[in-house]
């Protein structure tokens, strides 16, 4: 018995081993190289934390501005311009999520100096849409590429497997329609029950224009808030709330002060074309996750409806793309959140 525990220990060292010896080859030779072509998010984010005290992580939320701004910056510039003496470092990407955050935040090494992290809520990330978009496949690739948990040559073969994760485009689409089918809006005295039921109904009758005709544009743009806001968050199955979860328990063990950033949507507009139906729902989601998140200790700054309709710039889509006004009014209500943090360094600046 002692020779055969003897055999399978050594073995064990044997291949843990030549595990570590593949690794740090992996590393010297190869892993820059990939890490460019497969996880460029982190690249940027390595050489943001080094000179930085507070990063601010975000969708492209942060990115958008209109071809009529005079100030093009970013809404995480317009913030800084409120802390001077402070560096806001900032990673941004179109259509990530929370747990690209989480993985970005866990590769934050200990000699750091950041100490306050800002990461956006986006109430869109949290329905069956954005959980099963066409993106989600090569995103979720990326996330496990950077995830620090596992010896960076693991991360590399789970990235060459074409079965990982590998749903195609017309599957998501049916995940999609089976969320939108099973839940339940719960409206009281409501004609429609679930997202697929009024989705259904309003494209067969469409939007009709003053003469009577049906209004394409405005259909299809009805359709898409119905789409994007219409749920309810199941903070007991929604992958966002994990995740988000997850931020928040990793920042108090670090010790980094923690903000959520409740990006504006677009209120007006949904009421106007689905009416108060839909901004209800909208508007009990924010309180939802106000509710959870100061309970947890986290600052969450409220901007749902701050952004007026005309200061959006994108109109055939539901986005949380404003224009310059949009991102300073939305920067200054979190920047006077920051100043529990940091009120000597604050400056009044708009």
């Known amino acids: ?133 066409k993106l989600e496949t090569p995103l979720m690739k990326m996330n496990e590429f950077i995830n620090p948990d596992f010896p960076k040559v693991v991360n590399r073969f789970v990235l060459s497997l074409t079965t990982f994760n590998n749903i195609s485009e017309e599957n998501r689409l049916k995940l999609v329609k089976k969320q939108w089918k099973k839940d339940k809006l719960a409206i009281p005295n409501f004609k429609y029950n679930s997202v697929y039921e009024w989705d259904k109904a ?75 139906e839909l901004s209800d729902i909208m508007k009990e989601n924010r309180y939802l996750l106000v509710k959870r998140y100061n309970k947890n200790g986290v600052i969450v700054v409220d901007n749902l409806e701050l952004v007026r309709d005309e200061l959006f710039y994108d109109k055939d889509f539901p986005t949380e793309h404003y224009n310059e006004e949009g991102r300073r009014i939305v920067a200054r209500n979190v920047a006077m959140r920051l100043k529990e943090f940091y009120n000597e360094s604050f400056t009044e600046k708009y």
């Open 202 to 276: 309003l494209f067969k009758t469409g939007i009709l224009d003053a003469n009577g005709n049906r209004d394409d544009a405005k259909t299809n743009l009805t359709l898409h808030y119905i789409k994007n806001y219409a749920f309810r968050i199941d903070t007991l199955t929604n992958p966002r709330i994990k995740d988000f979860d997850e931020i928040s328990e990793l920042c108090k063990s670090k010790g980094w002060n923690l903000v959520y950033n409740i990006v504006a949507e677009n209120i007006e507009k949904a009421e106007q074309l689905c009416g108060k």
């Open 1 to 133: 018995m002692y020779k055969i525990l003897l055999k399978i220990l050594i073995r064990l060292i044997l291949v843990f081993a030549i595990g570590l010896v593949c690794n740090f080859v992996y590393i010297k030779f190869f892993y820059n190289e990939d890490l460019i072509k497969h996880g460029d998010i982190l690249d940027d984010f390595n050489n943001v934390i080094k000179e930085t005290d507070i990063i601010y992580l975000a969708e492209s939320s942060n990115l958008a501005n209109s071809p009529d701004d005079k100030d093009k910056r970013k809404l995480s510039e317009f913030i800084n311009d409120y802390f001077p003496s402070l560096k806001i470092g900032r990673v941004n990407k179109g259509a990530i999520h929370a747990k690209t955050f989480l993985y970005l935040l866990k590769n934050i090494p200990d000699t750091a100096k950041i100490n306050t992290v800002i990461v956006t809520m986006n109430l869109r990330s949290f329905g069956a849409g954005w959980i099963n978009s």
